[in-house]
């Protein structure tokens, strides 16, 4: 005796069961936004990227003054220009 067992049919969720889903994830969405220490906690993140941001950009810049300041002070531009000059092809 054998019985061949017909698959079951595959339950799709209906358009309820989603837009109930959905609401709800709309609704914890926008309580999130509307709480005021989430608010408080963005402001300061963003202001804490923004400020790590200064400080990447300023530790960049400085080293780059302090090394123009030393070749003006020690004449290497002068020593660089002549070099270039020997040798630029063409220019005696």
């Not at 799709?12 to 989430?38: N, S």
């Not at 960049?60 to 030393?70: D, E, F, I, K, N």
């Amino acid at each position: 005796m054998t019985a061949e067992t017909a698959p079951r049919p595959v339950r799709t969720p209906g358009v309820r069961p989603r837009m109930v889903r959905y609401w709800i994830v709309l609704a914890t969405v926008r309580h999130i936004l509307q709480d005021r220490r989430f608010q408080e906690s963005v402001i300061v993140a963003a202001i804490g990227v923004v400020a790590l941001a200064q400080v990447g950009r300023d530790n960049q810049v400085r080293p780059v003054r302090r090394a123009a300041s030393w070749y003006k002070t020690h004449g290497v531009s002068h020593e660089l220009a002549r070099v270039r000059e020997a040798l630029e092809p063409g220019k005696e």
